[in-house]
């Protein structure tokens, strides 16, 4: 079973210099990126940023003050009725009955569009996966089981384009790691998603690439490794000395020694890193600090490379603003 696919170069949605003044205040200013197709797109910010004006603007339900929005290549002030034909859209809960059976809802909402069946509807419930309980009370659901019925429902009309805002809000771990395994299912077949969400961690897991948004403005737009390796990685070394090897490399001028609290590497990570000393150093600089270390005596434990996280990114862009 497969979802409309499209070429990979395809541009599905185009978001040009958009910009967006309410009461006098421009709110979104100037606001430029591009989804393509089968690529999951993450879009970050914190509470106040504009998130949530750019997707209402992205859904026709306000209009932009001045630039352009393209769905598929149309215009959603000038054509609004054929861009939108391409979005399916979730924005926070999905809007389901739980007095009905899953099965009720989606004939409830497949009524509110042209040309769908009993056949396209037992299609998306295969797609979501839920064959087992569509029959069963939507009041009888699990939080993430009705996640998936709301994304049943916006897939009623074979959109290119899946709109997620917050999608992982109230998923337990178990729930947010089958929503992760089940957008990528969908990217794979060839939808485009975007997802906007205030959980970093998630998104770098989750999408291909992102957009930060701050104060109506986008920060930065790129594939999450590219913008992660903007930061700089962390060198984490281990000595058999480890006061001789805190003063070997506080000795070396392109080496900085990273204090406790100073860094935001997983702690997980470190709990297994006994008497680890973190550094920012380049890489290319590990080799001859090795070889210094054994000149010296002093054995070299272990030495690794560790990628900073997109939260480090969003914190170093937005001067430490929170996000939530």
């Given at each position: 079973?497969?979802?409309?696919?499209?070429?990979?170069?395809?541009?599905?949605?185009?978001?040009?210099?958009?910009?967006?003044?309410?009461?006098g205040?421009?709110?979104?200013?100037?606001?430029?990126?591009?989804?393509?197709?089968?690529?999951?797109?993450?879009?970050?910010?914190?509470?106040?940023?504009?998130?949530?004006?750019?997707?209402?603007?992205?859904?026709?339900?306000?209009?932009?003050?001045?630039?352009?929005?393209?769905?598929?290549?149309?215009?959603?002030?000038?054509?609004?009725?054929?861009?939108?034909?391409?979005?399916?859209?979730?924005?926070?809960?999905?809007?389901?009955?739980?007095?009905?059976?899953g099965?009720?809802?989606?004939?409830?909402?497949?009524?509110?569009?042209?040309?769908?069946g009993?056949?396209?509807?037992?299609?998306?419930?295969?797609?979501?996966?839920?064959?087992?309980?569509?029959?069963?009370?939507?009041?009888?659901?699990?939080?993430?089981?009705?996640?998936?019925?709301?994304?049943?429902?916006?897939?009623?009309?074979?959109?290119?384009?899946?709109?997620?805002?917050?999608?992982?809000?109230g998923?337990?771990?178990?729930?947010?790691?089958?929503?992760?395994?089940?957008?990528?299912?969908?990217?794979?077949?060839?939808m485009?998603?975007?997802?906007?969400?205030?959980?970093?961690?998630?998104?770098?897991?989750?999408?291909?690439?992102?957009?930060?948004?701050?104060?109506?403005?986008?920060?930065?737009?790129?594939?999450?490794?590219?913008?992660?390796?903007?930061?700089?990685?962390?060198?984490?070394?281990?000595?058999?000395?480890?006061?001789?090897?805190?003063?070997?490399?506080?000795?070396?001028?392109?080496?900085?020694?990273?204090?406790?609290?100073?860094?935001?590497?997983?702690?997980?990570?470190?709990?297994?890193?006994?008497?680890?000393?973190?550094?920012?150093?380049?890489?290319?600089?590990?080799?001859?600090?090795?070889?210094?270390?054994?000149?010296?005596?002093?054995?070299?434990?272990?030495?690794?490379k560790?990628?900073?996280?997109?939260?480090?990114?969003?914190?170093?862009?937005?001067?430490?603003?929170?996000?939530?």
């Amino acid at each position: 079973m497969s979802l409309h696919t499209l070429s990979e170069t395809e541009v599905v949605l185009s978001v040009k210099e958009v910009k967006k003044r309410i009461a006098g205040k421009m709110i979104i200013k100037n606001v430029s990126f591009e989804v393509k197709s089968g690529e999951i797109f993450g879009f970050l910010g914190p509470n106040g940023s504009g998130k949530t004006t750019t997707i209402r603007m992205l859904v026709g339900l306000i209009k932009q003050t001045s630039g352009e929005i393209l769905i598929c290549g149309s215009d959603v002030q000038r054509d609004p009725e054929t861009a939108l034909s391409h979005i399916g859209c979730i924005v926070e809960n999905p809007e389901v009955y739980g007095y009905m059976t899953g099965w009720e809802n989606l004939e409830h909402f497949a009524r509110m569009q042209r040309g769908i069946g009993q056949d396209r509807i037992a299609e998306v419930v295969a797609i979501v996966g839920m064959q087992q309980r569509i029959r069963d009370k939507v009041k009888t659901y699990s939080l993430g089981m009705r996640q998936r019925l709301g994304i049943a429902q916006a897939l009623l009309g074979r959109p290119k384009l899946l709109i997620l805002d917050e999608p992982t809000n109230g998923l337990d771990p178990k729930g947010i790691k089958e929503l992760r395994e089940f957008v990528r299912m969908l990217a794979d077949q060839g939808m485009s998603l975007f997802i906007s969400s205030h959980l970093l961690s998630e998104i770098q897991l989750m999408c291909d690439r992102v957009a930060i948004i701050s104060h109506g403005e986008v920060l930065a737009v790129g594939a999450v490794d590219e913008l992660v390796n903007q930061t700089g990685s962390y060198v984490v070394w281990q000595f058999d000395d480890v006061e001789a090897g805190r003063k070997l490399l506080a000795a070396e001028g392109n080496i900085r020694l990273i204090r406790d609290g100073e860094h935001r590497i997983d702690e997980s990570i470190l709990a297994g890193l006994k008497d680890a000393i973190i550094t920012s150093m380049g890489a290319e600089h590990i080799s001859a600090v090795v070889e210094k270390a054994v000149h010296a005596g002093i054995g070299v434990v272990s030495v690794q490379k560790i990628a900073p996280t997109l939260e480090e990114l969003f914190l170093q862009m937005t001067e430490g603003e929170s996000i939530g």
